[in-house]
């Protein structure tokens, strides 16, 4: 069964980038959609955007001036870039394999926004 | 964006209950929805996708059922490994969205 696994940086100050990398093990990166999305208390789970194994993206148009989704297909692993960070973009950022189902799903981290 | 209500926010039950959510989204989309359990700390686990269809290896105390934009999700008797908080997801449109959650307690 695929497995992903994520890191980055979780404690960010206003204003700098979010930077998350997921890899994706014992799962064939081609053929699907990967996804990242978040939850907070205040806005619950929110899908932040996808890209395919060929590199299309689709992001959610309230974030999308500030996200970019990439990947590295020789290394299994995709990322998230969030930028411009304010305190409402804390929350538990997971990466996730599909789009219209969510199977398989990373970790999570917390990322907290604060001066 | 597809507005997805989802009621009630919490509830009380106790082992043994039959327990009934619902999930009603703004515009029809069809049998195009999930849900979700997720535990504290945890990723959310899907358990029923279009609608009624069940996961390999979800117990069949579960069960989901509705189409177009009236949904519901329905543990026909709550086990102690059910507490847990759950979402329904629409996946018609992008972006897809989610219920605000339901959480089970006793």
């Known amino acids: 069964q695929g497995r992903l696994e994520q890191w980055g940086a979780g404690l960010l100050k206003p204003s700098e980038t979010l930077s998350l990398t997921c890899a994706v093990d014992?799962?064939?990166?081609?053929?699907?959609?990967w996804s990242w999305l978040r939850q907070s208390p205040g806005k619950g789970l929110e899908w932040i955007g996808d890209?395919?194994?060929?590199?299309?993206?689709d992001y959610n148009p309230s974030l999308k001036s500030r996200v970019i989704i990439s990947l590295d297909t020789s290394k299994s692993q995709f990322s998230l870039r969030l930028t411009s960070l304010t305190a409402a973009d804390t929350g538990v950022y997971y990466c996730?394999?599909?789009?219209?189902?969510?199977?398989?799903w990373g970790q999570g981290t917390q990322v907290t926004v604060s001066s | 964006d597809i507005q997805m209500t989802q009621s009630p926010s919490s509830l009380s039950a106790s082992v043994g209950d039959r327990v009934t959510i619902t999930c009603q989204a703004s515009?029809?989309?069809?049998?195009?929805l999930n849900w979700y359990q997720q535990k504290p700390g945890k990723a959310p686990k899907l358990l029923i996708s279009?609608?009624?269809n069940l996961e390999i290896g979800v117990p069949s105390t579960f069960s989901g059922g509705g189409s177009g934009t009236h949904f519901t999700f329905t543990i026909s008797s709550l086990q102690a490994d059910d507490f847990a908080t759950y979402f329904c997801?629409?996946?018609?449109?992008?972006?897809?969205?989610f219920g605000a959650g339901t959480k089970i307690e006793s």
């Open positions: 014992g799962e064939s990166f081609s053929g699907f959609y």
């Open positions: 890209i395919t194994h060929l590199g299309s993206t």
């Open positions: 515009q029809h989309i069809g049998n195009s």
């Open positions: 279009d609608a009624s």
């Open positions: 997801q629409q996946y018609d449109n992008l972006p897809l969205t």
């Open positions: 996730a394999r599909g789009r219209m189902q969510f199977y398989y």
